[in-house]
Protein backbone atom coordinates (compact mmCIF):
# COMPACT_ATOMS: atom_id res chain seq x y z
CA UNK A 1 0.00 0.00 0.00
CA UNK A 2 1.35 3.57 -1.10
CA UNK A 3 3.21 5.35 1.89
CA UNK A 4 0.75 8.28 1.08
CA UNK A 5 -1.97 6.61 3.27
CA UNK A 6 0.52 6.94 6.23
CA UNK A 7 0.13 10.56 7.11
CA UNK A 8 -3.20 10.80 5.43
CA UNK A 9 -5.91 12.47 7.60
CA UNK A 10 -8.96 10.00 8.87
CA UNK A 11 -11.38 11.92 6.15
CA UNK A 12 -9.36 11.05 3.54
CA UNK A 13 -8.77 7.69 4.27
CA UNK A 14 -12.56 7.10 4.92
CA UNK A 15 -13.36 8.16 1.73
CA UNK A 16 -10.75 6.03 0.18
CA UNK A 17 -12.31 2.58 1.95
CA UNK A 18 -15.98 4.01 0.98
CA UNK A 19 -14.63 4.15 -2.76
CA UNK A 20 -12.92 0.68 -2.26
CA UNK A 21 -9.79 2.38 -3.00
CA UNK A 22 -8.13 1.43 0.12
CA UNK A 23 -8.98 -1.90 1.45
CA UNK A 24 -9.19 -2.15 5.28
CA UNK A 25 -6.91 -4.97 5.43
CA UNK A 26 -4.27 -3.71 3.62
CA UNK A 27 -4.47 -0.54 5.86
CA UNK A 28 -4.69 -2.55 9.02
CA UNK A 29 -1.29 -4.14 7.94
CA UNK A 30 0.49 -1.04 7.17
CA UNK A 31 -0.26 0.68 10.32
CA UNK A 32 1.06 -2.53 12.15
CA UNK A 33 4.24 -2.76 10.14
CA UNK A 34 4.98 0.55 11.14
CA UNK A 35 3.71 -0.33 14.83
CA UNK A 36 5.99 -3.01 14.86
CA UNK A 37 9.25 -1.94 13.45
CA UNK A 38 8.76 2.11 14.42
CA UNK A 39 6.73 2.03 17.76
CA UNK A 40 10.35 0.88 20.02
CA UNK A 41 12.09 4.07 18.37
CA UNK A 42 9.23 6.23 19.81
CA UNK A 43 8.28 3.57 23.13
CA UNK A 44 5.10 4.40 21.74
CA UNK A 45 3.61 1.12 22.11
CA UNK A 46 2.54 -1.23 24.71
CA UNK A 47 0.94 -3.99 22.77
CA UNK A 48 0.49 -4.47 19.12
CA UNK A 49 -2.61 -5.75 18.85
CA UNK A 50 -2.29 -7.55 15.25
CA UNK A 51 -5.06 -10.23 15.76
CA UNK A 52 -7.61 -8.28 17.03
CA UNK A 53 -7.16 -5.74 14.30
CA UNK A 54 -6.88 -7.79 11.30
CA UNK A 55 -10.04 -9.66 12.43
CA UNK A 56 -11.56 -5.94 12.64
CA UNK A 57 -10.39 -5.15 9.47
CA UNK A 58 -11.67 -8.24 7.38
CA UNK A 59 -15.33 -7.89 9.05
CA UNK A 60 -14.49 -4.03 8.09
CA UNK A 61 -13.73 -5.71 4.64
CA UNK A 62 -16.92 -7.89 4.59
CA UNK A 63 -19.22 -5.60 5.97
CA UNK A 64 -18.50 -2.39 3.41
CA UNK A 65 -18.37 -4.94 0.21
CA UNK A 66 -21.54 -6.11 1.47
CA UNK A 67 -23.05 -2.32 1.08
CA UNK A 68 -22.98 -1.69 4.62
CA UNK A 69 -20.62 1.20 5.59
CA UNK A 70 -20.72 2.65 8.70
CA UNK A 71 -19.16 5.66 8.49
CA UNK A 72 -15.86 7.63 8.35
CA UNK A 73 -14.05 5.23 11.16
CA UNK A 74 -15.02 2.02 9.02
CA UNK A 75 -11.93 0.30 8.53
CA UNK A 76 -10.22 3.36 9.91
CA UNK A 77 -7.01 1.99 12.64
CA UNK A 78 -6.46 3.79 15.47
CA UNK A 79 -4.37 2.77 18.95
CA UNK A 80 -5.74 3.66 22.84
CA UNK A 81 -3.97 4.74 25.52
CA UNK A 82 -3.40 2.00 27.62
CA UNK A 83 -5.85 3.01 30.62
CA UNK A 84 -8.55 1.64 28.92
CA UNK A 85 -9.50 -1.79 29.16
CA UNK A 86 -9.69 -4.01 26.60
CA UNK A 87 -10.98 -7.55 26.75
CA UNK A 88 -9.71 -10.91 24.90
CA UNK A 89 -6.11 -11.14 26.82
CA UNK A 90 -4.76 -7.97 25.61
CA UNK A 91 -2.89 -6.14 28.48
CA UNK A 92 -4.20 -3.17 29.96
CA UNK A 93 -1.24 -1.81 32.06
CA UNK A 94 -1.92 2.28 33.11
CA UNK A 95 1.92 3.01 32.34
CA UNK A 96 2.52 1.13 35.54
CA UNK A 97 5.11 -1.86 36.28
CA UNK A 98 3.17 -3.10 38.99
CA UNK A 99 0.04 -3.64 36.48
CA UNK A 100 2.04 -5.03 33.68
CA UNK A 101 0.93 -8.29 32.96
CA UNK A 102 -3.03 -7.11 34.44
CA UNK A 103 -5.91 -7.93 31.58
CA UNK A 104 -9.43 -6.93 32.02
CA UNK A 105 -12.50 -9.22 30.50
CA UNK A 106 -14.59 -6.24 29.00
CA UNK A 107 -13.78 -3.80 26.99
CA UNK A 108 -13.91 0.23 27.97
CA UNK A 109 -17.43 1.80 26.19
CA UNK A 110 -14.90 4.18 24.41
CA UNK A 111 -12.93 0.68 22.79
CA UNK A 112 -16.26 -0.75 22.86
CA UNK A 113 -17.81 2.66 20.86
CA UNK A 114 -15.07 2.94 18.49
CA UNK A 115 -15.43 -0.99 17.36
CA UNK A 116 -19.24 0.01 16.76
CA UNK A 117 -18.06 2.48 14.19
CA UNK A 118 -15.86 0.07 12.71
CA UNK A 119 -12.58 1.10 13.72
CA UNK A 120 -9.50 -1.22 13.89
CA UNK A 121 -8.14 -1.25 17.28
CA UNK A 122 -4.41 -1.80 16.12
CA UNK A 123 -2.50 -0.69 20.00
CA UNK A 124 -2.62 0.28 23.33
CA UNK A 125 -0.10 3.31 23.30
CA UNK A 126 2.23 4.21 26.01
CA UNK A 127 1.40 6.53 28.49
CA UNK A 128 2.95 8.07 31.68
CA UNK A 129 2.47 5.71 34.96
CA UNK A 130 -0.84 6.04 36.66
CA UNK A 131 -1.36 9.13 34.02
CA UNK A 132 1.24 11.37 35.85
CA UNK A 133 -0.69 10.83 38.89
CA UNK A 134 1.89 10.38 41.40
CA UNK A 135 3.79 13.49 40.64
CA UNK A 136 6.30 12.66 38.20
CA UNK A 137 8.96 15.18 37.51
CA UNK A 138 10.79 13.33 34.67
CA UNK A 139 9.58 12.17 30.82
CA UNK A 140 11.36 9.28 32.33
CA UNK A 141 8.28 7.78 34.15
CA UNK A 142 6.69 4.29 33.08
CA UNK A 143 7.98 0.73 32.64
CA UNK A 144 8.19 1.17 28.71
CA UNK A 145 10.38 4.22 29.18
CA UNK A 146 10.38 7.94 27.90
CA UNK A 147 7.97 8.48 25.03
CA UNK A 148 9.72 9.97 22.34
CA UNK A 149 9.23 13.03 20.42
CA UNK A 150 9.34 11.78 16.64
CA UNK A 151 10.48 15.52 16.42
CA UNK A 152 13.24 15.30 18.21
CA UNK A 153 14.14 11.98 19.68
CA UNK A 154 16.04 13.70 22.27
CA UNK A 155 12.91 14.92 23.11
CA UNK A 156 9.72 13.74 25.28
CA UNK A 157 6.88 13.50 23.64
CA UNK A 158 4.72 14.79 26.59
CA UNK A 159 2.74 13.31 28.99
CA UNK A 160 0.67 11.60 29.76
CA UNK A 161 -0.85 10.66 26.94
CA UNK A 162 3.01 10.21 25.27
CA UNK A 163 2.49 7.17 23.04
CA UNK A 164 -0.97 8.49 21.85
CA UNK A 165 1.04 11.69 20.76
CA UNK A 166 3.96 9.72 19.33
CA UNK A 167 1.95 7.29 17.54
CA UNK A 168 -0.01 9.57 15.44
CA UNK A 169 2.70 12.19 15.19
CA UNK A 170 5.17 9.54 13.32
CA UNK A 171 2.29 8.09 11.38
CA UNK A 172 2.26 4.75 13.12
CA UNK A 173 -1.77 5.12 13.81
CA UNK A 174 -4.40 7.50 12.15
CA UNK A 175 -6.02 8.48 15.41
CA UNK A 176 -5.52 7.76 18.99
CA UNK A 177 -7.57 8.17 22.44
CA UNK A 178 -5.94 9.89 24.96
CA UNK A 179 -6.68 10.80 28.15
CA UNK A 180 -6.92 14.47 30.13
CA UNK A 181 -6.97 15.39 33.59
CA UNK A 182 -5.11 18.65 33.58
CA UNK A 183 -2.79 18.65 30.00
CA UNK A 184 -2.71 15.13 29.27
CA UNK A 185 -4.36 15.53 25.53
CA UNK A 186 -3.19 19.27 25.10
CA UNK A 187 0.28 18.45 26.28
CA UNK A 188 0.85 15.29 23.87
CA UNK A 189 -0.69 16.94 21.35
CA UNK A 190 0.90 20.51 21.32
CA UNK A 191 4.92 18.61 21.84
CA UNK A 192 4.04 16.60 18.56
CA UNK A 193 2.72 18.62 16.14
CA UNK A 194 -1.11 17.42 16.76
CA UNK A 195 -4.71 18.29 17.13
CA UNK A 196 -5.54 16.91 20.30
CA UNK A 197 -9.46 17.51 21.63
CA UNK A 198 -10.68 17.46 25.20
CA UNK A 199 -14.03 17.66 25.32
CA UNK A 200 -16.51 18.49 27.94
CA UNK A 201 -16.59 16.79 31.28
CA UNK A 202 -19.42 14.49 30.79
CA UNK A 203 -19.31 13.94 26.90
CA UNK A 204 -17.56 11.14 27.11
CA UNK A 205 -17.75 8.06 29.16
CA UNK A 206 -14.61 6.79 31.14
CA UNK A 207 -16.18 3.41 31.68
CA UNK A 208 -13.33 0.91 31.69
CA UNK A 209 -11.37 3.67 31.94
CA UNK A 210 -8.59 4.28 34.79
CA UNK A 211 -9.52 6.28 37.41
CA UNK A 212 -7.06 8.89 38.98
CA UNK A 213 -9.81 12.22 39.29
CA UNK A 214 -13.47 11.22 39.26
CA UNK A 215 -14.10 14.76 38.34
CA UNK A 216 -11.44 15.75 36.49
CA UNK A 217 -10.60 12.87 33.83
CA UNK A 218 -11.85 12.86 30.34
CA UNK A 219 -11.21 11.01 27.34
CA UNK A 220 -10.97 12.61 23.68
CA UNK A 221 -8.89 12.27 20.56
CA UNK A 222 -5.31 13.14 19.24
CA UNK A 223 -5.42 13.50 15.23
CA UNK A 224 -3.84 14.79 12.72
CA UNK A 225 -6.29 17.72 12.24
CA UNK A 226 -8.91 18.98 14.09
CA UNK A 227 -11.75 17.81 11.84
CA UNK A 228 -10.06 14.53 12.37
CA UNK A 229 -10.93 14.85 15.74
CA UNK A 230 -14.49 16.19 15.48
CA UNK A 231 -14.93 12.75 13.87
CA UNK A 232 -13.77 10.83 15.87
CA UNK A 233 -15.99 12.45 18.52
CA UNK A 234 -18.92 11.92 17.47
CA UNK A 235 -18.41 8.23 17.27
CA UNK A 236 -17.38 8.06 21.56
CA UNK A 237 -19.58 10.77 22.49
CA UNK A 238 -22.93 10.19 24.36
CA UNK A 239 -24.04 8.88 27.93
CA UNK A 240 -23.72 5.51 29.36
CA UNK A 241 -25.67 4.43 31.48
CA UNK A 242 -22.05 2.50 33.72
CA UNK A 243 -20.44 6.28 34.01
CA UNK A 244 -23.58 8.36 35.45
CA UNK A 245 -21.01 11.45 34.64
CA UNK A 246 -22.01 11.25 31.21
CA UNK A 247 -24.64 13.88 30.06
CA UNK A 248 -27.86 12.89 27.64
CA UNK A 249 -26.71 15.86 25.31
CA UNK A 250 -26.43 13.96 21.66
CA UNK A 251 -23.38 15.27 19.87
CA UNK A 252 -23.59 15.38 15.72
CA UNK A 253 -20.32 16.65 14.51
CA UNK A 254 -20.58 19.73 12.13
CA UNK A 255 -17.77 19.65 10.17
CA UNK A 256 -19.06 22.06 7.15
CA UNK A 257 -16.81 24.65 6.08
CA UNK A 258 -18.48 28.15 7.16
CA UNK A 259 -17.83 31.37 6.15
CA UNK A 260 -18.67 32.76 9.29
CA UNK A 261 -16.75 35.04 11.31
CA UNK A 262 -15.05 34.32 15.13
CA UNK A 263 -15.23 36.09 18.22
CA UNK A 264 -11.93 35.38 20.34
CA UNK A 265 -11.02 36.46 23.86
CA UNK A 266 -7.28 36.30 25.33
CA UNK A 267 -6.60 36.22 28.78
CA UNK A 268 -4.45 39.47 29.66
CA UNK A 269 -0.90 38.15 29.87
CA UNK A 270 -1.56 34.90 29.03
CA UNK A 271 1.52 34.66 27.64
CA UNK A 272 3.58 35.74 30.91
CA UNK A 273 6.61 33.07 31.35
CA UNK A 274 6.21 31.53 28.01
CA UNK A 275 9.29 30.78 25.91
CA UNK A 276 10.47 33.40 23.38
CA UNK A 277 9.46 30.92 20.27
CA UNK A 278 6.40 30.02 21.78
CA UNK A 279 5.07 33.90 22.11
CA UNK A 280 6.16 34.73 19.16
CA UNK A 281 3.93 31.81 17.76
CA UNK A 282 1.03 33.18 19.17
CA UNK A 283 1.70 36.73 17.85
CA UNK A 284 1.76 34.96 14.47
CA UNK A 285 -1.95 33.06 15.15
CA UNK A 286 -3.00 36.30 16.13
CA UNK A 287 -2.19 38.00 13.01
CA UNK A 288 -4.30 34.73 10.75
CA UNK A 289 -7.33 34.89 14.06
CA UNK A 290 -8.12 38.79 13.42
CA UNK A 291 -8.57 37.53 9.44
CA UNK A 292 -11.45 35.16 10.71
CA UNK A 293 -12.47 37.26 13.53
CA UNK A 294 -12.57 39.75 16.36
CA UNK A 295 -9.46 39.03 19.03
CA UNK A 296 -10.53 40.92 22.04
CA UNK A 297 -8.54 40.68 25.68
CA UNK A 298 -10.51 39.62 28.49
CA UNK A 299 -9.74 39.00 32.35
CA UNK A 300 -10.77 36.47 34.43
CA UNK A 301 -11.19 37.69 38.43
CA UNK A 302 -8.60 37.26 40.62
CA UNK A 303 -8.91 33.56 42.31
CA UNK A 304 -6.40 30.84 42.72
CA UNK A 305 -6.73 28.84 39.63
CA UNK A 306 -4.42 26.89 39.34
CA UNK A 307 -4.81 26.02 43.65
CA UNK A 308 -8.51 24.88 43.34
CA UNK A 309 -7.92 22.25 40.18
CA UNK A 310 -4.62 21.31 42.38
CA UNK A 311 -6.41 20.40 45.27
CA UNK A 312 -9.16 18.21 43.70
CA UNK A 313 -6.20 16.59 41.59
CA UNK A 314 -4.27 15.81 44.68
CA UNK A 315 -7.19 14.89 46.81
CA UNK A 316 -9.10 12.68 44.39
CA UNK A 317 -5.89 10.88 43.34
CA UNK A 318 -4.99 9.99 46.59
CA UNK A 319 -8.21 8.06 47.34
CA UNK A 320 -8.06 6.39 43.87
CA UNK A 321 -5.50 5.16 44.83
CA UNK A 322 -5.57 4.58 48.10
CA UNK A 323 -4.86 0.93 48.10
CA UNK A 324 -1.29 1.62 45.88
CA UNK A 325 -0.21 4.00 48.34
CA UNK A 326 -1.17 2.90 51.10
CA UNK A 327 0.59 -1.08 50.49
CA UNK A 328 4.00 0.32 49.59
CA UNK A 329 3.27 -0.91 45.93
CA UNK A 330 4.11 2.64 44.44
CA UNK A 331 7.98 1.41 45.31
CA UNK A 332 7.73 -0.38 42.14
CA UNK A 333 6.90 2.54 39.75
CA UNK A 334 9.78 3.99 37.53
CA UNK A 335 10.26 7.53 38.30
CA UNK A 336 11.92 7.52 41.83
CA UNK A 337 9.84 10.51 42.67
CA UNK A 338 6.95 8.81 41.68
CA UNK A 339 7.75 6.21 45.07
CA UNK A 340 6.87 8.82 47.41
CA UNK A 341 5.31 11.86 46.69
CA UNK A 342 1.42 10.77 47.08
CA UNK A 343 2.50 10.42 50.79
CA UNK A 344 2.24 14.20 51.04
CA UNK A 345 -1.54 14.31 50.18
CA UNK A 346 -2.23 11.98 53.06
CA UNK A 347 -2.14 15.63 54.70
CA UNK A 348 -4.76 17.35 52.50
CA UNK A 349 -7.71 18.10 54.86
CA UNK A 350 -11.23 17.85 54.22
CA UNK A 351 -12.01 21.39 54.50
CA UNK A 352 -9.59 22.19 51.90
CA UNK A 353 -10.84 19.79 49.25
CA UNK A 354 -14.34 20.81 50.05
CA UNK A 355 -13.23 24.94 49.92
CA UNK A 356 -11.81 23.71 46.36
CA UNK A 357 -15.11 22.64 45.03
CA UNK A 358 -16.75 25.36 46.59
CA UNK A 359 -14.58 27.55 44.37
CA UNK A 360 -14.45 25.35 41.75
CA UNK A 361 -18.18 26.34 41.36
CA UNK A 362 -17.03 29.87 41.16
CA UNK A 363 -14.74 29.28 38.65
CA UNK A 364 -17.24 27.24 36.58
CA UNK A 365 -19.60 30.63 36.48
CA UNK A 366 -16.82 33.18 36.11
CA UNK A 367 -15.17 31.26 32.94
CA UNK A 368 -18.80 30.80 31.44
CA UNK A 369 -19.50 34.34 31.82
CA UNK A 370 -16.40 35.25 30.11
CA UNK A 371 -16.99 32.66 27.51
CA UNK A 372 -20.86 33.52 26.85
CA UNK A 373 -20.02 36.49 24.66
CA UNK A 374 -16.92 34.69 22.89
CA UNK A 375 -16.49 31.36 20.42
CA UNK A 376 -13.29 30.62 22.24
CA UNK A 377 -10.58 31.75 24.24
CA UNK A 378 -7.50 31.46 22.53
CA UNK A 379 -3.96 30.71 24.20
CA UNK A 380 -0.72 29.17 23.84
CA UNK A 381 -1.10 25.47 23.94
CA UNK A 382 2.15 24.85 26.03
CA UNK A 383 4.11 27.33 27.15
CA UNK A 384 7.17 25.90 26.08
CA UNK A 385 8.51 23.23 23.57
CA UNK A 386 9.00 19.51 24.43
CA UNK A 387 11.41 19.00 27.65
CA UNK A 388 14.61 17.19 26.38
CA UNK A 389 14.27 13.27 27.50
CA UNK A 390 17.00 14.00 30.71
CA UNK A 391 15.15 17.14 31.87
CA UNK A 392 12.51 18.62 34.15
CA UNK A 393 8.85 18.19 33.03
CA UNK A 394 8.00 21.51 34.74
CA UNK A 395 4.13 21.34 35.18
CA UNK A 396 1.20 23.66 36.73
CA UNK A 397 -0.05 20.28 38.31
CA UNK A 398 3.01 20.61 40.94
CA UNK A 399 2.91 24.07 41.11
CA UNK A 400 6.38 24.23 38.48
CA UNK A 401 4.62 26.32 35.91
CA UNK A 402 1.65 28.33 35.84
CA UNK A 403 -1.37 27.14 33.75
CA UNK A 404 -4.43 29.15 33.92
CA UNK A 405 -5.70 28.27 30.76
CA UNK A 406 -5.41 24.04 31.67
CA UNK A 407 -6.63 25.10 35.36
CA UNK A 408 -10.35 26.27 34.42
CA UNK A 409 -10.55 24.57 31.13
CA UNK A 410 -10.06 20.92 33.33
CA UNK A 411 -11.65 22.64 36.72
CA UNK A 412 -14.61 23.71 35.31
CA UNK A 413 -14.76 21.17 32.48
CA UNK A 414 -14.33 23.21 29.33
CA UNK A 415 -13.68 21.68 26.01
CA UNK A 416 -10.45 23.00 24.40
CA UNK A 417 -8.30 21.66 20.75
CA UNK A 418 -5.23 22.40 20.10
CA UNK A 419 -3.92 22.41 17.02
CA UNK A 420 0.34 23.19 15.75
CA UNK A 421 0.76 26.82 14.67
CA UNK A 422 5.11 26.87 14.58
CA UNK A 423 8.35 25.66 15.38
CA UNK A 424 10.42 26.87 18.62
CA UNK A 425 13.33 25.48 19.97
CA UNK A 426 15.26 22.48 18.96
CA UNK A 427 13.03 21.91 16.06
CA UNK A 428 10.02 20.94 18.32
CA UNK A 429 6.45 22.06 17.77
CA UNK A 430 4.24 24.74 19.40
CA UNK A 431 0.92 25.08 19.84
CA UNK A 432 -2.73 27.03 20.09
CA UNK A 433 -5.17 26.03 21.97
CA UNK A 434 -9.30 27.07 21.38
CA UNK A 435 -10.95 26.79 24.32
CA UNK A 436 -14.85 27.30 24.35
CA UNK A 437 -18.08 27.27 26.62
CA UNK A 438 -19.34 23.75 28.02
CA UNK A 439 -21.22 21.61 25.04
CA UNK A 440 -19.53 23.82 22.56
CA UNK A 441 -17.25 21.19 20.84
CA UNK A 442 -18.49 21.98 17.13
CA UNK A 443 -17.94 25.60 17.73
CA UNK A 444 -14.35 25.33 18.60
CA UNK A 445 -13.99 22.94 16.28
CA UNK A 446 -15.02 24.96 13.27
CA UNK A 447 -12.52 27.58 14.88
CA UNK A 448 -9.29 25.27 14.71
CA UNK A 449 -10.63 23.95 11.22
CA UNK A 450 -10.78 27.85 10.51
CA UNK A 451 -7.48 28.06 11.65
CA UNK A 452 -6.26 25.05 9.63
CA UNK A 453 -7.14 25.88 6.37
CA UNK A 454 -5.35 29.02 5.92
CA UNK A 455 -1.88 27.40 7.75
CA UNK A 456 -0.16 24.33 7.06
CA UNK A 457 1.76 23.10 10.10
CA UNK A 458 -0.50 20.26 10.05
CA UNK A 459 0.45 18.69 6.82
CA UNK A 460 4.13 18.89 7.96
CA UNK A 461 5.44 15.45 9.62
CA UNK A 462 8.09 14.94 11.00
CA UNK A 463 11.35 13.74 8.66
CA UNK A 464 12.58 11.23 11.34
CA UNK A 465 9.12 9.31 10.51
CA UNK B 1 3.49 34.16 63.44
CA UNK B 2 4.67 35.22 60.02
CA UNK B 3 3.18 33.90 56.88
CA UNK B 4 6.17 31.84 56.35
CA UNK B 5 6.59 30.69 59.86
CA UNK B 6 2.90 29.81 59.41
CA UNK B 7 3.52 27.60 56.61
CA UNK B 8 6.63 26.02 58.24
CA UNK B 9 4.87 25.19 60.95
CA UNK B 10 1.81 23.50 59.01
CA UNK B 11 4.40 21.85 56.87
CA UNK B 12 5.92 20.19 60.17
CA UNK B 13 3.10 18.65 61.34
CA UNK B 14 1.82 17.55 57.94
CA UNK B 15 4.84 16.10 57.90
CA UNK B 16 4.87 14.64 61.02
CA UNK B 17 1.73 12.74 60.27
CA UNK B 18 3.57 11.41 57.32
CA UNK B 19 6.24 10.15 59.10
CA UNK B 20 4.22 8.39 61.79
CA UNK B 21 2.05 6.70 58.83
CA UNK B 22 4.90 5.76 56.31
CA UNK B 23 8.32 6.62 58.18
CA UNK B 24 9.71 3.35 58.31
CA UNK B 25 9.15 2.58 54.21
CA UNK B 26 11.20 6.60 53.46
CA UNK B 27 15.03 7.01 53.61
CA UNK B 28 15.97 11.00 54.20
CA UNK B 29 15.88 12.05 50.84
CA UNK B 30 12.33 10.59 50.15
CA UNK B 31 11.50 12.69 53.43
CA UNK B 32 13.04 15.47 51.46
CA UNK B 33 10.95 14.97 48.49
CA UNK B 34 8.03 14.51 50.81
CA UNK B 35 8.26 17.76 52.51
CA UNK B 36 8.40 19.66 49.47
CA UNK B 37 5.31 18.05 48.36
CA UNK B 38 4.04 19.24 51.73
CA UNK B 39 5.05 22.54 51.15
CA UNK B 40 2.80 22.95 47.53
CA UNK B 41 0.15 21.50 49.31
CA UNK B 42 0.35 23.84 52.34
CA UNK B 43 0.93 26.70 49.63
CA UNK B 44 -2.22 25.45 47.52
CA UNK B 45 -4.64 25.25 50.94
CA UNK B 46 -3.93 28.70 52.25
CA UNK B 47 -4.56 30.24 48.97
CA UNK B 48 -8.08 28.63 49.07
CA UNK B 49 -8.42 29.52 52.48
CA UNK B 50 -7.71 33.15 51.84
CA UNK B 51 -10.81 33.67 49.60
CA UNK B 52 -14.39 34.36 51.30
CA UNK B 53 -17.71 32.35 50.50
CA UNK B 54 -20.69 32.52 51.84
CA UNK B 55 -22.38 29.53 53.27
CA UNK B 56 -24.80 29.48 50.27
CA UNK B 57 -21.35 28.70 47.91
CA UNK B 58 -21.96 24.82 48.09
CA UNK B 59 -19.37 22.32 46.82
CA UNK B 60 -19.49 22.19 42.90
CA UNK B 61 -20.55 18.45 43.13
CA UNK B 62 -23.36 15.87 42.53
CA UNK B 63 -24.90 14.01 45.04
CA UNK B 64 -28.52 12.55 44.00
CA UNK B 65 -30.69 10.49 46.94
CA UNK B 66 -30.21 6.63 45.36
CA UNK B 67 -33.37 4.27 45.13
CA UNK B 68 -33.10 1.02 42.76
CA UNK B 69 -35.15 0.75 39.97
CA UNK B 70 -38.22 0.13 39.97
Not at chain 1, 408 to 425: E, K, Q, R, W
Amino acid sequence: MADDVVFAPVRQLAEGIRARRLSPVELAETFLDRLERLGPRYNAVVTVTRARALEQARRAAAEIAAGRYRGPLHGVPYGAKDLLATSGGIPTTWGAAPFRDRCFDFDATVVRRLEEAGAVLCAKLAMVELAGGMGYRQPNAAFTGPGVNPWNREAWSGGSSSGSGSAVAAGLVPFAIGSETWGSILSPAGNCGLAGLRPTYGRVSRHGAMALCWTLDKLGPLALTADDCGLVLEAIAGPDPADRTTVDRPFRYDGATTSRRFRFGVLRDITDGCEAEVRESFARSLEILRGLGTVEEVTLPDLPYDDITRTILFAEAASAFEDLIESGAIAELTAPEDRYTAYARDAILAKDYLKALRLRGVMAREADRVLASLDALVAPGRSGVAPMLGGEVRSAIRGSARDVMGAVGNGAGLPAVAVPNGFGARGLPTSLQFMGRAWEENTILAAARAYQSVTDWHRRHPADA
Amino acid sequence: MSEPEAVRAEVETMLALVRERYGPRLDAEQLAGVRTALEGIVQAARALRAVRLTSAEEPAQPFAAYRAEP
